[in-house]
């Protein structure tokens, strides 16, 4: 289940043993959230992807400690426990979709995908690669907050593409309102983690909205582009 930590004000699933979390407006970070890692999560080892709206996905491991790596043409990295220093992944939204991945064996990853990576299928990919290290029955899916469906109007020609490749899931993900397509992004990441072997019960997801829940996060569409901040997802071991 995804809860509210109220002393931190972020989003976290009760069900994932590692410190993660999903930072909100309410969240007392700023942009420089590596400083804030090392600081108050006392990170040795940090990593964060370029994202870049594509499906890269790299696994990282060590580097020199109190610093921040940012990895390439990556939107999403992997990271398995060794025991030695403690290490963060984190990323970057504002309507994207990102996810945390985790087993109790310290087999995690975080996943940042946008329409591009949705439709790129970048969280299966991401998700099968885990499955590589760990079993399905071990592996736990958390969704943090992204556009929703409601919000997420797209034009036809986006919309078409989306019909023809995800043909057995276009009644679950695309929906029309007043004569114009939405995308449920979120839909589509659960459908893509269950299609690349995570169990549906190892889900935990809920229906929010970075455009309507504005007092709550950051949206880059609601802001018209002009953002005043981002939502961090991270998780540490």
Same mark, same amino acid.
């Given at each position: 289940m995804i809860?509210?930590?109220?002393?931190?004000?972020i989003f976290y699933s009760d069900r994932i043993v590692f410190e993660h979390g999903f930072t909100t407006?309410?969240?007392e970070v700023d942009k420089n959230f590596a400083e804030y890692l090392i600081t108050k999560k006392n990170a040795r080892l940090i990593f964060t992807p370029e994202q870049i709206h594509a499906d890269g996905v790299m696994r990282v491991g060590e580097q020199r400690q109190g610093s921040e790596e940012i990895i390439a043409s990556a939107d999403a990295l992997i990271y398995i426990k060794n025991n030695k220093s403690k $290490?963060?992944?984190?990323?970057?939204?504002?309507?994207? %979709?990102? %996810?945390?991945?985790?087993s109790k064996k310290g087999v995690v990853a975080v996943v940042h995908s946008g329409w591009r990576g949705?439709?790129?299928?970048?969280?299966?990919?991401?998700?099968?690669?885990?499955?590589? $290290?760990?079993? $399905?029955?071990?592996l736990l899916a958390c969704i943090g907050p992204g556009i929703g469906e409601c919000c997420y109007? %797209?034009?036809?020609?986006r919309a078409q593409l989306f019909k023809e490749k995800y043909r057995q899931w276009e009644g679950e993900i695309i929906s029309n309102t007043a004569n114009e397509p939405h995308?449920?992004?979120?839909?589509?990441?659960?459908?893509?983690?269950?299609?690349?072997?995570?169990k549906a019960e190892n889900i935990d997801w809920k229906n929010f909205c970075t455009c309507c829940q504005k007092d709550l996060f950051y949206s880059?569409?609601?802001?018209?582009?002009?953002?005043?901040?981002?939502?961090?997802?991270f998780i540490c071991l």
């Amino acid at each position: 289940m995804i809860v509210f930590n109220n002393q931190e004000k972020i989003f976290y699933s009760d069900r994932i043993v590692f410190e993660h979390g999903f930072t909100t407006r309410l969240s007392e970070v700023d942009k420089n959230f590596a400083e804030y890692l090392i600081t108050k999560k006392n990170a040795r080892l940090i990593f964060t992807p370029e994202q870049i709206h594509a499906d890269g996905v790299m696994r990282v491991g060590e580097q020199r400690q109190g610093s921040e790596e940012i990895i390439a043409s990556a939107d999403a990295l992997i990271y398995i426990k060794n025991n030695k220093s403690k $290490a963060c992944l984190y990323i970057r939204t504002a309507d994207c %979709i990102p %996810i945390i991945l985790a087993s109790k064996k310290g087999v995690v990853a975080v996943v940042h995908s946008g329409w591009r990576g949705g439709w790129l299928n970048i969280v299966g990919k991401t998700a099968k690669k885990l499955l590589e $290290a760990t079993a $399905a029955d071990q592996l736990l899916a958390c969704i943090g907050p992204g556009i929703g469906e409601c919000c997420y109007v %797209i034009d036809e020609k986006r919309a078409q593409l989306f019909k023809e490749k995800y043909r057995q899931w276009e009644g679950e993900i695309i929906s029309n309102t007043a004569n114009e397509p939405h995308l449920n992004l979120l839909k589509l990441v659960y459908l893509q983690l269950v299609e690349a072997g995570i169990k549906a019960e190892n889900i935990d997801w809920k229906n929010f909205c970075t455009c309507c829940q504005k007092d709550l996060f950051y949206s880059y569409r609601q802001s018209k582009g002009k953002l005043a901040g981002e939502m961090f997802s991270f998780i540490c071991l």
